[in-house]
């Protein structure tokens, strides 16, 4: 698994909220000895994706407190609300301060 932003497919459905979802799943049937092959990226285990679950779920609060405030896609991306994460999760090729702020914002 690699510490990156995740792509979430507009076109087939894809949202956050589905990735905390299945990320729950995983973890209860997880223990300290599994491996989780994610689609792309290293081999990974129950930490790693405990810390991608609580992205995920930092990502989707703060969208949706944004929205709530009745913030546009485009003064999330000029807030940078995501910046204190870039640094670990921002080295992808989602580029975080306008792919993943956007993509949340319409897909949370």
């Not at 546009?72 to 992808?92: C, I, M, R, T, Y």
Request: no cysteine.
């Amino acid at each position: 698994m690699n510490p990156t932003y995740p792509y979430t497919d507009p076109g087939t459905g894809g949202k956050i909220t589905g990735m905390i979802t299945a990320a729950d799943k995983i973890l209860s049937l997880a223990d300290n000895y599994t491996k989780i092959v994610a689609g792309d990226g290293l081999l990974g285990n129950k930490a790693d994706l405990t810390k991608s679950r609580k992205m995920l779920i930092t990502s989707r609060d703060r969208v949706q407190k944004m929205k709530s405030a009745g913030k546009s896609a485009q003064e999330a991306v000029a807030e940078k609300a995501f910046a204190d994460l870039d640094p670990v999760w921002g080295q992808g090729i989602i580029n975080p301060s306008k792919q993943f702020a956007k993509r949340s914002h319409k897909n949370e």
